[in-house]
């Protein structure tokens, strides 16, 4: 497709040429008339009359989204009048890259690249020790970690797009992965935790933001300090005795922001520590915050994380004792991508509609979709689009239809909603209450359970699982049939479509298992245990659809994390045939691992059968440690 694009600063040329190779256009003085003009407000027009066209243009990001529907139009042979008015200053994705599922420099491209269609303008990376810190050479060992040239051409990538690429860092906790590391030893407070008013510390604190900042243009640096609910505990007790978690706050947070203070950087911050230094948890509204307190924190901002609600007026409550502290607020709201192995698209639009009315009531300049990889990565940032766009739409909207999504899904990245949405399905039982509340995962909690020993078995007995996933098998194969938009979407649902069969074969055959053994039935038996060689197919297949998935977008580093996943899976199935043919041959005469009762797995409720992590589902014995 050509388009002769008119008036277009000259900046916006590498851009231009990015998108031309992503939406395969060309721009030359032989095609379609476009005339473009940056505007002075917040609204984003633009037309096609058939034969010529027009963008104006608040930002340089909102073009290349004006663009991407223009060219949409143009396509279809359709007439376009499009009229936006952006929600927030700043608005982008935080990708983690720090769970083992490292997206490569390709695959943060990739991902900007996308957020340049739906015309974002921000983007956080995530990178616990993801980065190269030259003084440091175990920082990041064998992680996936980018290099300082590597992260300038990410910065060079972004800029071209319009995309300001903020480090997003560590600087108290989520540092257990380092602290394996003899390193980092003089500075260990507690399990991953910094010691505070060690000078060590600093001095390791400002090489690392000095080597996360070298590759940007920002002057931004988020420097985490979530989550530190041990801070104190450790070293620092024995040294100082027991000295309020406030005060230890207070001090660290100066002494990080004196640091990017000398360094000429802006430093942001997650908000909770400070709802708990209050004596409250992080979601109580009924925070009182000392005038003390606000008197002391830092000249920081803050971002309020929230994925978990779906009333506005919750939001609107914790924004509002937020901003009591007199910093700047932004907002983090979730496309659930890390639910388990597939994206949970009924929690993520539930509660990021929720988060994005109150912020755009409170008038918040910031917000931004995080894209976690919580317990390995396992699900795909390639199957949580539809999620992305709708955090697009309600960035140019004051509100989102189901309707207007699907049709802005079609527009800008040329999928069907119905179709992402399909993979909700897995995790969404009928059962449960839409949106899935409790965010339970017994998709992931199948995959790996014990062929006879499920740690979850009592929790799913009231609930038709087989049935369910049948349905949603032949959904996927229906969609896999199709003719899917690029090969990165049909290696999504290729991996999905395994997932569900595998899902089917195993709950077929823990069925068949157990009622031969009540039954004393060793013919049926022979025939489960020969199912186990299709189930074990099955699973390689599985591996090598997600292993497809893994390498389109992340760093080779983290995968064995999965193939040691896949490979047990594997193993326990030579295990359990071993076992059972035992039992066949009369050579014992009871299975212990299928006379153990089931006992339930924390709390079961109407919108439960419960949420796991790999180490909780896969055996009540110890994967490692002491």
Request: contains cysteine; proline residues 4%.
């Amino acid at each position: 497709m050509a388009l002769q694009l008119i008036d277009l600063p000259a900046a916006f040329a590498p851009g231009v040429e990015i998108m031309n190779k992503r939406l395969q256009l060309e721009d030359t003085l032989a095609g379609i008339s476009i005339r473009t003009q940056q505007t002075g407000d917040n609204h984003l027009v633009v037309h096609f009359n058939g034969t010529s066209g027009s963008i104006s243009y608040p930002t340089q990001a909102a073009f290349f989204r004006g663009l991407t529907a223009l060219h949409h139009a143009v396509k279809q042979h359709a007439l376009l009048d499009l009229n936006e008015a952006v929600e927030f200053k700043e608005a982008g994705l935080m990708m983690d890259m720090s769970r083992n599922a490292a997206l490569t420099a390709a695959g943060v491209k990739d991902m900007l690249a996308l957020s340049a269609q739906l015309g974002l303008n921000s983007a956080l990376l995530y990178m616990e020790d993801v980065y190269e810190v030259p003084a440091y050479p175990y920082w990041g060992y064998q992680r996936g970690r980018l290099t300082q040239k590597e992260l300038k051409e990410i910065d060079d990538y972004g800029a071209a797009l319009g995309i300001e690429v903020i480090p997003c860092i560590q600087t108290l906790a989520h540092l257990i992965n380092l602290m394996k590391w003899p390193f980092m030893h003089d500075i260990r407070d507690t399990t991953g935790i910094l010691l505070v008013d060690e000078p060590k510390t600093y001095d390791f604190l400002r090489t690392i933001i000095q080597a996360a900042m070298a590759p940007f243009r920002t002057k931004k640096v988020h420097i985490g300090m979530d989550e530190a609910h041990e801070l104190g505990r450790g070293v620092y007790q024995d040294r100082h005795g027991l000295v309020d978690r406030t005060e230890i706050m207070l001090h660290h947070v100066r002494k990080v922001t004196e640091i990017t203070k000398e360094l000429g950087l802006h430093p942001i911050m997650w908000s909770d520590m400070w709802f708990e230094a209050a004596g409250y948890g992080y979601y109580d509204p009924k925070v009182q915050f000392s005038q003390t307190l606000k008197d002391q924190i830092p000249d920081v901002d803050l971002m309020y994380w929230d994925y978990y609600h779906a009333d506005q007026d919750i939001y609107d409550k914790l924004i509002a004792k937020h901003q009591e502290l007199g910093r700047p607020v932004s907002l983090a709201v979730g496309c659930w991508t890390w639910n388990g192995i597939a994206p949970n698209y009924g929690k993520a639009l539930t509660t990021m509609n929720a988060g994005m009315a109150a912020a755009k009531q409170a008038h918040l300049q910031t917000v931004y979709a995080t894209m976690w990889g919580d317990d390995g990565g396992e699900t795909p940032f390639a199957s949580a689009i539809l999620a992305i766009q709708n955090f697009a739409e309600q960035v140019y909207h004051p509100a989102v239809s189901d309707t207007e999504l699907a049709d802005a899904f079609t527009r800008y990245q040329e999928k069907q909603a119905a179709d992402y949405l399909t993979l909700n399905e897995f995790d969404q039982l009928p059962d449960f209450t839409p949106g899935n509340p409790d965010a339970a995962n017994p998709s992931k909690i199948l995959l790996y359970e014990d062929l006879l020993s499920p740690l979850y078995g009592a929790n799913m007995q009231h609930t038709d699982l087989l049935g369910h996933y049948r349905q949603l098998s032949q959904k996927l194969v229906a969609i896999s049939a199709q003719k899917l938009a690029d090969p990165q979407a049909q290696n999504v649902f290729a991996f999905y479509t395994q997932l569900a069969r595998v899902l089917v074969l195993k709950l077929t055959l823990m069925q068949a298992i157990r009622e031969a053994y009540t039954t004393d039935n060793r013919e049926e038996m022979s025939e489960a245990m020969s199912a186990l060689t299709d189930l074990h197919s099955a699973i390689v297949k599985l591996r090598d659809a997600h292993r497809t998935c893994w390498f389109d977008l992340d760093s080779p580093f983290g995968w064995e994390v999965m193939d040691v996943r896949y490979g047990g899976l594997l193993s326990r199935i030579d295990t359990v045939q071993w076992r059972l043919q035992q039992w066949i041959d009369v050579r014992v005469d009871t299975l212990a691992e299928l006379d153990e009762p089931q006992l339930p797995m924390g709390e079961v409720t109407k919108n439960s059968v419960g949420h796991g992590l790999y180490e909780e589902i896969t055996t009540a014995s110890k994967l490692g440690g002491v």
